[in-house]
């Protein structure tokens, strides 16, 4: 089992900076890839960006060049940093964890962080 704890979301103005944390509690040696979605209002969740427990990095075209996604396996925590932020960055992110076990791989989701992005 794995939990997934975000912090760091807020209220910004356009142009800001924010920088979310997530940590994962539980099997955090058995997680393969981390990282972050996020949804707006009346809009479907959509990838942000991934990394692979090697550091291979996916970003979604919307944020490339903007966010980087870190992580710290020691730790089992994930990090999203937002620069050049723009109201349409505002949303609900959630992290994510892919898990491998002898039985199968699993995602996992933490609650969700608001993210909001004034003009």
């Known amino acids: 089992q794995l939990q997934l704890v975000e912090s760091g979301g807020g209220l910004v103005q356009a142009g800001g900076s924010l920088r979310l944390s997530c940590e994962a509690f539980g099997s955090i040696n058995n997680i393969n890839s981390m990282g972050w979605y996020r949804q707006a209002p009346g809009s479907q969740r959509e990838l942000v960006a991934l990394?692979?427990?090697?550091?291979?990095?996916t970003y979604d075209d919307s944020v490339k060049g903007r966010f980087t996604v870190s992580r710290d396996n020691t730790k089992g925590t994930v990090y999203l940093q937002m620069n050049s932020l723009k109201p349409e960055d505002t949303a609900v992110y959630y992290c994510t964890a892919e898990v491998y076990y002898s039985t199968g791989e699993y995602d996992y989701w933490g609650q969700g962080t608001q993210v909001t992005v004034s003009s």
């Open positions: 990394i692979s427990s090697g550091g291979t990095t």
